[in-house]
């Protein structure tokens, strides 16, 4: 634990985070940390703050959060950017709007973290002490490490400036082969390039030019998606757009002068437009500082987020090892689970509450529909109805209009509600009500199977 001891009154507003999680109410307790340092002031950066800064007063815990600049990027919407329906200023919004005033803001660039002494260094010199650290650098889009992936024709939409460059690109397409390619798991958001694809598909429909567009998805996984009910669901939405699907490709590189993307079996695709969604790594300074695996992401205790490589950080976000989605959604319901334990981290206790990888991802399908997958680490997506059984009014693994109009609802619940930490009306754990159970866990009783899948807390 941190050597610089303070001995402190902390209150805690008597709030519920998700089921059945609730924060002690001004509970007296010794807290001997005072320096919380969050790296990183995306979703999981910004959500954590606010959090914690209800839970602290300033005089309790000083908490700073670094990041390079001052823009927040709501990652959602480079998926809408590229057919015109989303505009930079929908995107992008100061960070410091969204933080507490007594959240201290650094602007910079992580150089490295160093454990020993508990600091965190800017690459322009900085130096910054920190009694705990939260890690929620997320990850980002690496085209550099696939041959050929990062030439000007080759298009993605995982950062800004190219959603913007790919929006171009479409509006001068005019027919031909469009390929979506996903060069390899895990990324962000996994069900994006699918709503690419669909959008895509509904952008040339309206536009009636469809019929001059041949549609290719090409994937190194077996099937449309990681999972197999959603897989199979998913499948079937291909053959009705007419889209092909291309399994089991394990790029080598892309040939942007013959326009191929070229495998390591030598198989090779044509393409006219090419959407190569790039490997997703976490940032250079985590492999610095020696805290990071092959994709520089920390590896950490998958239900309370707790770093392998020491007990005062935590790696919140897409940042860590979690092997569920790299999504806000799963940034939100386990940053419930953060703050439930986070009284018994301050007080050296084991850490009593777990994370079950709950992940809410809304898919956009095209044509103002969309679909919903809600699943954990013990269970996959099924089809059935949300957050209700029968009534829903969302449904799972099923397109419907109500499914989109809450995709589109959620940038504003994001710049609202999310970002600032306020209660949402979804449980943190996963539910099995309303869903069509099938496989290995049909058949079990809600009891049964809610034992079955009962994670062990490990907490060092
Ligand atoms: C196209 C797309 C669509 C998506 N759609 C959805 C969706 O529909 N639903 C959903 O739930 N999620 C979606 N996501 C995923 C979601 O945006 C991320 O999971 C979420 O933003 C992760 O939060 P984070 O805090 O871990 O990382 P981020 O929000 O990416 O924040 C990381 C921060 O760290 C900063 N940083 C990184 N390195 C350094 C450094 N060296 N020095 C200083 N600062 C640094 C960055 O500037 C950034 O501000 C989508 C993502 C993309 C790309």
């Known amino acids: 634990m941190a050597t610089n001891l303070i001995a402190a009154v902390a209150r805690f507003p008597c709030v519920i985070y998700g089921r059945g999680y609730r924060i002690e109410s001004f509970l007296l307790m010794e807290v001997s940390m005072k320096r919380l340092l969050i790296l990183g002031g995306g979703t999981a950066g910004t959500m954590a703050a606010n959090k914690l800064r209800a839970a602290h007063p300033r005089e309790e815990l000083a908490i700073t959060v670094i ?118 798991m895990p990324i962000k958001c996994p069900v994006a390039p699918l709503e690419f694809l669909f959008l895509a598909d509904g952008y040339f429909r309206d536009r009636r030019t469809r019929h001059k567009v041949d549609f290719t998805y090409v994937t190194p996984l077996d099937g449309a998606f990681t999972k197999p009910v959603a897989s199979r669901e998913l499948g079937s939405m291909f053959r009705d757009r007419d889209i092909t699907l291309e399994a089991d490709f394990a790029v080598e590189r892309i040939d942007p002068e013959a326009k191929e993307l070229v495998s390591y079996d030598d198989r090779r695709i044509p393409y006219d437009l090419l959407v190569s969604i790039p490997l997703n790594l976490g940032p250079q300074y985590i492999a610095r500082s020696g805290l990071g695996d092959e994709l520089n992401l920390v590896p950490c205790d998958q239900h309370t987020m707790r770093a392998d490589a020491h007990p005062d950080i935590f790696v919140l976000g897409d940042g860590g090892t979690l092997p569920t989605s790299k999504a806000g959604s799963v940034a939100h319901f386990s940053l419930d689970v953060f703050m439930a334990n986070w009284p018994h981290y301050l007080r050296g206790e084991p850490l009593p509450h777990s994370f079950d990888g709950h992940a809410n991802c809304f898919i956009e399908t095209g044509r103002r529909k969309g679909m919903l997958l809600d699943f954990n680490y013990g269970t996959q997506p099924y089809t059935g109805t949300f957050p209700l059984p029968v009534v829903g009014p969302m449904r799972l693994l099923g397109e419907s209009r109500a499914n989109h109009l809450a995709k589109l609802a959620f940038r504003w619940v994001y710049w609202t509600m999310l970002l600032k930490g306020r209660p949402l009306p979804f449980t943190t754990d996963m539910m099995l009500l309303g869903k069509n159970v099938e496989g290995d866990s049909a058949g079990l009783t809600l009891t049964q199977w809610a034992r079955r899948r009962l994670p062990l807390v490990t907490s060092k």
Do not use: C, M, N
């Open 67 to 184: 990041d390079r600049d001052d823009d927040h990027h709501y990652q959602p919407g480079y998926l809408f950017l590229p057919f015109g329906s989303y505009t930079r200023d929908k995107i992008v919004q100061p960070r410091r709007r969204y933080l507490p005033h007594d959240v201290d803001l650094v602007l910079g660039e992580i150089d490295r973290v160093t454990v020993e002494d508990q600091k965190v260094l800017l690459t322009d010199g900085r130096d910054i002490a920190w009694d705990a650290l939260i890690i929620a650098t997320g990850v980002e889009p690496r085209p550099d490490l696939t041959p050929g992936a990062d030439s000007p024709d080759v298009h993605h939409f995982y950062d800004l400036p190219s959603a913007v460059a790919l929006r171009d690109a479409i509006r001068a397409f005019r027919g031909g082969r469009l390929v979506v390619h996903l060069t390899d």
